[in-house]
């Protein structure tokens, strides 16, 4: 799975929400060891100072657990896996409410696009 990186924003930042995705969705599994800084750098073409930073990031978060003989872990709380996944949901949420916005949607008119939606698929 590659890395998606753009210059409008700082790299660490990038690295951990790409990263903060992929163990919400299960690319790293909870309780699972996480790769290494150098192996994380070398994927994404960065400097692993800068891999440090979103690894710490994620630690700070409570994402991934550092064991000083073991690595690092991904965490197994399923609070913290559930908050982080409601966090990017809520995140999803409000472009989608903006976008609509900008093609002259209302929050209630957007809403019903996807109840509308919903009752297709049923």
């Known amino acids: 799975m590659d890395f998606e990186l753009q210059s409008s924003r700082p790299i660490w930042q990038q690295l ?6 992929r163990i919400v969705t299960g690319v790293y ?27 710490a ?3 700070s978060m409570g994402l991934v657990n550092t064991n000083r003989t073991a690595g690092r872990t991904v965490t197994e709380d399923v609070e913290v896996l559930d908050a982080m ?18 093609l002259g949607f209302t929050r209630v008119q957007a809403a019903e696009l996807i109840a509308a939606d919903k009752e297709e698929r049923e």
């Open 16 to 21: 951990t929400e790409q990263l903060s995705r």
């Open 29 to 55: 599994e909870p309780g699972s060891k996480f790769p290494t800084v150098r192996e994380l750098a070398a994927e994404a073409g960065v400097n692993p100072n800068t891999m440090q930073r979103a690894l």
């Open 57 to 59: 990031q994620l630690e």
């Open 85 to 102: 996944r409601e966090e990017f949901a809520k995140e999803l949420r409000e472009r989608y409410f903006s976008d609509m916005k900008e």
